[in-house]
């Protein structure tokens, strides 16, 4: 309830509040619907038919998008407190205050992961083309799809990730023009120069030390199965690849991370339970607190990421 509230109740924060969401709401409540995902649409008109406060979109958003992370953490993860530490401190939550769309569609994407251990491809699917119903973007979960099913060894996961690292950093121009192609409105993202250099995250520190245990250490140990473990974990490899890859180039492939990222909500509790002495453990995890706060002051506070701090609410208007 505190973070749905928080969420719920902004009012004016978020580089796209007024830019695309407010008034999107309000062009899509008149019938202007030019270049806006099906899903993202109706359920505008579904609030629409409630009210004509624009600011219940966010009301209803916030809710979906913190209550599908919920359940990602309750079914999926071995530490849902962490998780939701990691959650908070990690960014997640603050940029989907800006990431509307792009939030929501990710918390459905999460909860795939379940059907995809589950060998339930057809609800994966279906749960994957609603996502890209909010988002389009989000059909490039069909690609770590086979990652989630198929067991794949250390050093194939490895070449994996490598494979992709040199695939972005040599064809960004050929996916440009697959994206002028199919999803002209996100063509943009290859023009700006918002996001070509990017500032060195300690977050990104963090992933590596993850992958890195999860490369050395047999996942397995861990409790849950290798299913579950290799699955987080061959994720985690995909983010960490694209970050990698994303430091000084188009600003579209670090937006595509964010669907990958989201792997350490859980892969970071799965990566400390692999530690078998429990100082150690308890030592591990405070170093990794520490390091998400530390990412939280310089990439809210100091960079004012997305535009969403100081925090202004419904009652200031």
Known sequence: M????????????????????APGFEQIQRGDVDGQEIGWVLLNKAVGLLTDDYQWIFVVTSFLTIALFYRFFLRMSINPALSVFIYVFGGFYLEDFNLVK????IAILVNTIEFALRKKHLAFVLATLLA???HVSALVWFAVWPLMWIRVSRA?????????????????????????????HYAWYFESNYGVTRKIDPAIVVVAVAVFAFTLVKVGQA???????????NVLAVSTAVLVA???????????????????LVAVPLALSLVRS???????TVAFMSAYMTSFVFQF?????????????????
């Open 132 to 134: 890209a119903s909010f």
């Open 156 to 184: 194939a996961r490895i070449a994996i990730a490598l494979a992709m690292i040199v695939i972005i950093l040599v064809v960004p121009q050929t996916v440009s023009l697959l994206v002028e192609q199919f999803a002209p």
């Open 223 to 233: 409790g849950r199965g290798d299913r579950y473990a290799d699955s987080i974990v």
């Open 246 to 264: 994303t430091t000084t180039i188009a600003y579209l492939f670090s937006r595509l991370d964010y669907y990958f990222a989201p792997a350490e």
């Open 278 to 284: 429990q100082l150690a453990r308890h030592v591990l």
């Open 102 to 105: 792009q939030g929501l569609a």
């Open 2 to 21: 505190i973070l749905f509230l928080i969420a719920a109740l902004r009012y004016g924060i978020g580089t796209d509040y007024w830019f695309r969401y």
């Open 301 to 317: 506070l100091i960079w004012n990421a997305h535009g969403v701090l100081p925090y202004a609410s419904v009652f200031s208007r």
